[in-house]
């Protein structure tokens, strides 16, 4: 049985202010900390639930934030950008029989602890054939045309609720209640690094490859808080406006739609200015 651990940063255990997450600040380096312990926890779990490999790949930021130095010597990393499907790299090659969503947060324009999907304050929603969605969301749909499930989710309080939407039997460890965007009641590591590795132990029972779903065509809707930017992200081949800084495209299947998505969100990234977006 090999698990693939999807490894973001807002939903781990302490994390609850920009500079937690943020490269090369010193809030960021006490974090890396915490996050290696959920992620370290939810390894020890899969394995005792019987997997025979573990392979975590890191998905926030730079993906350069998880101390190799402190997982369990059976697991593997993949660490660093750019990667074919981002977020889940790694599902797409057949072997992959769990999906696991580690550190993981609410969407674009919802209530959530550092709440965002995948920029973090230019777009303030993203719609999946009308239905809001979260990385949680768009990532779940495109595991499921590999046929594999996700199994477990970990995060704030809120991020759990969202899970029951595209994961409802995956196991769900909240290792903070969400007080507003940029606060929450925190649980310590020790106590959240033991609440995961019940969960995945658990969650390994689940991790069963099967048939690839087929559920496309997929629209995807973004909406951003500046209209150059949504003006920008029509050079993306298929994309088009369709509202007050609102654009659309439609893709036959999710793995397609999650590559424009990373295209729109780059090219994006690309015309913001540091001060005024």
Not at 191 to 213: F, M, S, V, Y
Request: hydrophobic letters at 40%; a negative charge.
């Amino acid at each position: 049985m090999k698990i693939l651990i999807s490894a973001d940063m807002e939903g781990a255990t302490g994390v609850t202010w920009p500079a937690d997450v943020l490269p090369g600040t010193p809030q960021w380096e006490r974090c890396r900390a915490m996050f290696t312990s959920d992620v370290n926890a939810a390894v020890l779990g899969f394995l005792d639930g019987g997997a025979d490999e573990v392979l975590i790949n890191e998905a926030h930021w730079s993906m350069r934030n998880l101390l190799l130095e402190r997982l369990d010597e059976r697991a593997q990393m993949l660490t660093g950008r750019h990667k074919s499907l981002s977020m889940v790299e790694g599902v797409q090659h057949g072997d992959v029989d769990g999906v696991a969503f580690v550190g993981y947060h609410t969407g674009a324009g919802t209530e959530g602890v550092l709440a965002h999907t995948y920029l973090a304050n230019a777009l303030t929603g993203v719609w999946l054939n009308g239905a809001r969605a979260s990385e949680g969301l768009l990532n779940a749909h495109v595991v499921a045309e590999f046929g594999v499930p996700v199994v477990l989710v970990t995060g704030d309080d809120l991020t759990c609720r969202d899970a029951e939407g595209y994961a409802p039997d995956a196991r769900k460890v909240a290792v903070k209640d969400h007080v507003s965007r940029y606060a929450a009641v925190c649980r310590t590591p020790a106590r959240t690094a033991a609440d995961i590795r019940a969960a995945a132990k658990e969650a390994a029972a689940l991790a069963r490859r099967g048939e690839p779903a087929e559920g496309g065509p997929f629209t995807m809707e973004m909406e951003f808080d500046a209209a150059h930017l949504s003006d920008v992200s029509t050079v993306v081949p298929g994309v088009e406006p369709s509202g007050e800084r609102r654009v659309r495209y439609t893709s036959g299947t999710m793995y397609e739609a999650i590559r424009t998505f990373k295209a729109v969100t780059t090219i994006v990234s690309s015309a913001m200015e540091e001060q005024y977006g």
